[in-house]
């Protein structure tokens, strides 16, 4: 039998149907049609035209995969983000138009070069402070990208306030202006570095950069509806004082909660100070390790200067200081420390020292990131266990011992990320070596 009579043979024996899926990931397609060709050609579709232009259309704005693609804290975080981005874009047109009155917009006696003056100071004011916010705390946005993306909303109320506040003040308008602009350019910063962290963060499938595209279309969308409430609000209440500042501060109180319930809504899964306090202090009274959402409900998300004077701030993180100078040291500490590293820690990478109530870390210069992590949770340990200057080491160093690996295998297991500790700089840093005690060290 030839090949052409078994395959004639085959098609006359069998019934095949072809079917149409339709979208942009193996793990969310949707059946749009089905072809069939008994007794005669046949096309079945599925879905409405509706449907198909509403899945294009969302495509645009959720990443490719979703939900799948994305932590599950990605849809509350983005509806949240949303509603106070559209609050923001809204209070922006009512400042905006509060600031071009004060600079003299619609009145003859002001100068084209008076305004273009006052407006440079604005943006060098602004530039200047975003490299100082930078310098300054460039290198904790990481490690608190909760507490600072909520920081950076709070700034830019304050930014948009000062600009509402200018034209009732005349005499120092241009103080109020630069220091509004002072206020906008810390969020810039703070805002765009604690996005890519959270990028990183919600991305499950190395799809950061598509996540970072649809946040830019969400961000457009909201935008240009706040634009259009914004200058429909605008025209409203022009000329009427007390309904401008009745809808700003109604649209700020309610920025400011869509900003809380953002943040909250985030179950990160790195490890920072404060999160491995909380972690630690669980596993050493339970045996067992929190999930990341357990933990986004226990930690702090309002800002230090607010939490450290609050009641409830007994967190272990507070206890330890993590990279000391040591030429801080008094002789007596000085003198305690070589003594405690000539008895604890003639192998490790780091030292403990007890200070003030305090436990502090000493890094050694070549402590890689995982060594960080040990000597930090070391000192969480001793904190925790603080009895007494005498047993202290021993005691902590025994738990370590018995309990460290058992403690990353859970926290691995639970979802976290134990690869490095996200912490502040380190910028001081120290170098020991060992010589017989009738040499001198060089």
Same mark, same amino acid.
């Given at each position: 039998?030839?090949?052409?009579?078994?395959v %004639? %043979?085959?098609?006359q024996?069998?019934?095949?149907?072809?079917?149409?899926?339709?979208?942009?990931?193996?793990?969310?397609?949707?059946?749009?049609?089905?072809?069939?060709?008994?007794?005669?050609?046949?096309?079945?579709?599925?879905?409405?035209?509706?449907?198909?232009?509403?899945?294009?259309?969302?495509?645009?704005?959720?990443?490719?995969g979703?939900?799948?693609?994305?932590?599950?804290?990605?849809?509350?975080?983005?509806?949240?983000?949303?509603?106070?981005? =559209?609050?923001?874009?809204?209070?922006?047109?009512?400042?905006?138009?509060?600031l071009?009155?004060?600079?003299?917009?619609?009145e003859?006696?002001?100068?084209?070069?008076?305004?273009?003056?006052?407006?440079?100071?604005?943006?060098?004011?602004?530039?200047?402070?975003?490299v100082?916010?930078?310098c300054?705390?460039?290198?904790?946005?990481?490690?608190?990208?909760?507490?600072?993306?909520?920081?950076?909303? =709070?700034?830019?109320?304050?930014?948009? =306030?000062?600009?509402?506040?200018?034209?009732?003040?005349?005499?120092?308008?241009?103080?109020?202006?630069?220091l509004?602009? =002072?206020?906008?350019?810390?969020?810039?910063?703070?805002?765009?570095?604690?996005?890519?962290?959270?990028?990183?963060?919600?991305a499950?499938?190395?799809?950061a950069?598509?996540?970072?595209?649809?946040?830019?279309?969400?961000?457009?969308?909201?935008?240009?509806?706040?634009?259009?409430?914004?200058?429909?609000?605008?025209?409203?209440?022009?000329?009427?004082?007390?309904?401008?500042?009745?809808c700003?501060?109604?649209?700020?109180?309610?920025h400011?909660?869509?900003?809380?319930?953002?943040?909250?809504c985030?179950?990160?899964?790195?490890?920072?100070?404060?999160?491995?306090?909380?972690?630690?202090?669980?596993?050493?009274?339970?045996?067992?390790?929190?999930?990341?959402?357990?933990?986004s409900?226990m930690e702090?998300?309002?800002?230090?200067?607010?939490?450290?004077?609050?009641?409830?701030?007994?967190?272990?993180?507070?206890?330890?200081?993590?990279?000391?100078?040591v030429?801080?040291?008094?002789?007596?500490?000085?003198?305690?420390?070589?003594?405690?590293?000539?008895?604890?820690?003639?192998?490790?990478?780091?030292?403990?020292?007890?200070?003030?109530?305090?436990i502090?870390?000493?890094?050694?210069?070549?402590?890689?990131?995982?060594?960080?992590?040990?000597?930090?949770?070391?000192?969480?340990?001793?904190?925790?266990? %603080?009895?007494?200057?005498?047993?202290?080491?021993?005691?902590?160093?025994?738990?370590?011992?018995?309990?460290?690996?058992?403690?990353?295998?859970?926290l691995?297991?639970?979802?976290?990320?134990?690869?490095?500790?996200?912490?502040?700089?380190?910028?001081?840093?120290?170098?020991?070596?060992?010589?017989?005690?009738?040499?001198?060290?060089?």
């Amino acid at each position: 039998m030839d090949m052409k009579s078994e395959v %004639k %043979k085959t098609s006359q024996s069998q019934h095949l149907i072809i079917e149409e899926w339709n979208g942009s990931s193996s793990t969310k397609l949707f059946k749009t049609a089905i072809i069939s060709a008994s007794p005669s050609l046949f096309i079945h579709r599925s879905g409405s035209r509706f449907n198909h232009i509403w899945r294009r259309l969302l495509q645009a704005f959720v990443p490719e995969g979703f939900p799948g693609s994305v932590t599950p804290d990605y849809l509350p975080f983005q509806i949240w983000d949303s509603l106070q981005g =559209l609050s923001t874009y809204i209070r922006t047109m009512l400042s905006t138009q509060a600031l071009l009155s004060a600079i003299g917009v619609g009145e003859k006696s002001a100068t084209v070069l008076g305004a273009t003056f006052q407006w440079f100071l604005r943006d060098l004011t602004g530039m200047l402070g975003g490299v100082l916010f930078t310098c300054y705390q460039g290198s904790n946005l990481d490690s608190n990208a909760k507490m600072w993306r909520l920081v950076a909303d =709070l700034l830019n109320d304050l930014g948009m =306030l000062m600009d509402l506040l200018s034209p009732l003040f005349p005499s120092v308008f241009v103080f109020v202006v630069c220091l509004g602009s =002072l206020s906008r350019s810390f969020t810039g910063v703070a805002s765009g570095a604690t996005r890519a962290a959270l990028t990183q963060h919600f991305a499950l499938q190395n799809n950061a950069a598509d996540i970072s595209a649809k946040e830019g279309s969400q961000e457009t969308m909201a935008t240009m509806i706040g634009m259009a409430f914004g200058m429909l609000l605008a025209r409203i209440t022009i000329g009427n004082a007390l309904a401008i500042w009745f809808c700003f501060l109604s649209l700020t109180m309610f920025h400011m909660y869509a900003n809380y319930k953002a943040v909250r809504c985030l179950a990160l899964t790195s490890l920072n100070l404060e999160r491995m306090s909380i972690l630690l202090q669980h596993f050493m009274e339970t045996d067992q390790v929190l999930s990341p959402d357990q933990v986004s409900t226990m930690e702090h998300v309002l800002p230090i200067w607010i939490t450290s004077c609050s009641k409830n701030s007994k967190l272990l993180h507070k206890q330890v200081d993590l990279g000391l100078r040591v030429s801080s040291l008094d002789r007596q500490e000085m003198m305690e420390l070589l003594h405690s590293a000539g008895s604890f820690y003639t192998k490790a990478k780091y030292m403990l020292l007890e200070r003030k109530g305090i436990i502090v870390v000493i890094v050694h210069k070549d402590s890689t990131a995982a060594e960080v992590l040990y000597s930090y949770i070391h000192a969480l340990v001793m904190a925790n266990l %603080k009895k007494g200057t005498n047993t202290i080491h021993s005691e902590s160093q025994s738990w370590m011992d018995k309990h460290y690996e058992g403690f990353i295998e859970k926290l691995k297991s639970s979802g976290w990320k134990t690869e490095r500790l996200l912490s502040h700089s380190i910028i001081w840093r120290a170098n020991w070596k060992y010589a017989p005690a009738d040499k001198k060290i060089d």
